[in-house]
């Protein structure tokens, strides 16, 4: 299989729909469909079903093999496992600490783990998947020493859910939302590093302001504070903006013209004109982002 298959595989098998892996993959839906077929007619076997609508992995797209070490170690009630492709105790211990760790962690915060085992599955892809009580990593990722404390305990935290239970994505996705504010944010905050963590994250985002009085909406580079684009709207009083999802397309709402420029936030361009009403406020946009609302007057 190549990369992209497993890509395909995973995005099929988190999202559970062609259509939630077409969108979180960015293809188009009948590509996504064309190389699953292919990687199950090279298998010989088929990898989902469909079950009232969704697609459901069946029990053989579970099944991983390679000559592994086994370690083992009893975490509660639950059993720690590590397979790893070439023998490393001092490794394996290290995984099976942090299993217990934050197997306990998160059973004090949420409730029970749902499955008997947790197992760290070494994997000769660069991987960083969360299956439904294991995990594939890639034999590089499990030797850094912040994935235990990192990308680990992201991984182990979705057996709550994301492993059993889905998103759909056409209304967010709130499972990697809550991940990574559980995993990522919560252990960082522990560290006394809670506050580094969020600058880092906004510093990943784009800023858009709208400034009326020379028509344009300007985009402001969170790190340096500087204003580094500005898009035209080519309408007086632009006084809000909504973004899409996927930060492409913005909506201006215009207040005297009593109008929406649509903006291609990518390219820096003004799409269109549409004439609302005589005046119009606020402007929001539908969670699948094919709807606007206007306040109109
Ligand atoms: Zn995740």
């Given at each position: 299989m190549r990369f992209r298959q497993i890509e395909v595989f995973h995005a099929v098998y988190i999202s559970g729909s062609i259509t939630g892996a077409s969108r979180a993959l960015h293809v188009s839906q009948p590509s996504v469909s064309k190389i699953l077929q292919h990687t199950e007619a090279q298998l010989g076997f088929a990898l989902f079903r469909r079950l009232k609508g969704r697609l459901v992995p069946t029990e053989e797209a579970h099944l991983i093999a390679a000559p592994f070490t086994e370690y083992s170690r009893d975490a509660g009630a639950v059993k720690a496992f590590a397979f790893l492709r070439k023998p490393d105790q001092a490794l394996a211990d290290r995984y099976l600490d942090a299993t217990a760790q934050y197997l306990e962690m998160y059973r004090g915060l949420l409730g029970p783990y749902p499955y008997s085992k947790f197992a760290l599955v070494e994997n000769f892809w660069e991987t960083g998947y969360g299956m439904p009580s294991f995990t594939l990593l890639g034999e590089q990722i499990i030797r850094f020493p912040f994935i235990l404390h990192s990308s680990y305990p992201h991984e182990l935290l979705?057996?709550?859910?994301?492993?059993?239970?889905?998103?759909?994505f056409a209304g967010g996705n709130w499972c990697e939302g809550l991940t990574a504010y559980l995993a990522d944010h919560l252990i960082a905050e522990q560290r006394g590093q809670g506050a580094d963590h969020r600058r880092a994250i906004l510093q990943k985002v784009t800023n858009y302001v709208t400034t009326e009085n020379d028509k344009t909406v300007s985009i402001i580079?969170?790190?340096?504070?500087?204003?580094v684009g500005s898009v035209p709207t080519d309408q007086e009083q632009s006084h809000m903006l909504a973004v899409t999802r996927d930060g492409k397309r913005g909506y201006t709402?215009?207040?005297?013209?009593?109008t929406v420029s649509v903006l291609d936030l990518e390219a820096k361009k003004l799409v269109k004109i549409i004439p609302i009403a005589k005046m119009t406020q606020r402007i929001s946009l539908s969670v699948d982002d094919k709807l606007a609302f206007l306040e109109a007057e």
């Amino acid at each position: 299989m190549r990369f992209r298959q497993i890509e395909v595989f995973h995005a099929v098998y988190i999202s559970g729909s062609i259509t939630g892996a077409s969108r979180a993959l960015h293809v188009s839906q009948p590509s996504v469909s064309k190389i699953l077929q292919h990687t199950e007619a090279q298998l010989g076997f088929a990898l989902f079903r469909r079950l009232k609508g969704r697609l459901v992995p069946t029990e053989e797209a579970h099944l991983i093999a390679a000559p592994f070490t086994e370690y083992s170690r009893d975490a509660g009630a639950v059993k720690a496992f590590a397979f790893l492709r070439k023998p490393d105790q001092a490794l394996a211990d290290r995984y099976l600490d942090a299993t217990a760790q934050y197997l306990e962690m998160y059973r004090g915060l949420l409730g029970p783990y749902p499955y008997s085992k947790f197992a760290l599955v070494e994997n000769f892809w660069e991987t960083g998947y969360g299956m439904p009580s294991f995990t594939l990593l890639g034999e590089q990722i499990i030797r850094f020493p912040f994935i235990l404390h990192s990308s680990y305990p992201h991984e182990l935290l979705h057996n709550w859910w994301g492993n059993g239970v889905f998103v759909d994505f056409a209304g967010g996705n709130w499972c990697e939302g809550l991940t990574a504010y559980l995993a990522d944010h919560l252990i960082a905050e522990q560290r006394g590093q809670g506050a580094d963590h969020r600058r880092a994250i906004l510093q990943k985002v784009t800023n858009y302001v709208t400034t009326e009085n020379d028509k344009t909406v300007s985009i402001i580079d969170p790190v340096s504070l500087k204003i580094v684009g500005s898009v035209p709207t080519d309408q007086e009083q632009s006084h809000m903006l909504a973004v899409t999802r996927d930060g492409k397309r913005g909506y201006t709402a215009n207040v005297g013209p009593g109008t929406v420029s649509v903006l291609d936030l990518e390219a820096k361009k003004l799409v269109k004109i549409i004439p609302i009403a005589k005046m119009t406020q606020r402007i929001s946009l539908s969670v699948d982002d094919k709807l606007a609302f206007l306040e109109a007057e």
